[in-house]
């Protein structure tokens, strides 16, 4: 599985909820092999337990934003130049 996931080392990524519990899993595993992480989500709060518990803020950049709302999205992508999205 290691191979597989060799393909993100060194790689933007962008992780859309990446503040949720699955997005922070996707996110810390993306990290530990060598990816650059981009996440963009709703703003953290308490909720957001399991990704504050990670600490992953320190390790990526974190945005908060809609991913509804088109402009902040697209200032997203093109400030970054994500190589994946999830």
Excluded: Q
Excluded at 25 to 47: Q, R, Y
């Amino acid at each position: 599985m290691y191979n597989f996931l060799s393909i993100f080392k060194n790689k933007k990524i962008l992780i859309t909820g990446h503040t949720g519990f699955k997005g922070s899993w996707l996110t810390l595993l993306l990290n530990k092999i060598g990816a650059e992480v981009i996440g963009f989500s709703k703003p953290i709060d308490d909720s957001n337990k399991h990704f504050n518990l990670l600490s992953l803020d320190n390790d990526i950049v974190s945005i908060e934003g809609d991913i509804r709302n088109e402009n902040e999205l697209n200032a997203v992508f093109n400030k970054y130049k994500p190589e994946f999205v999830f």
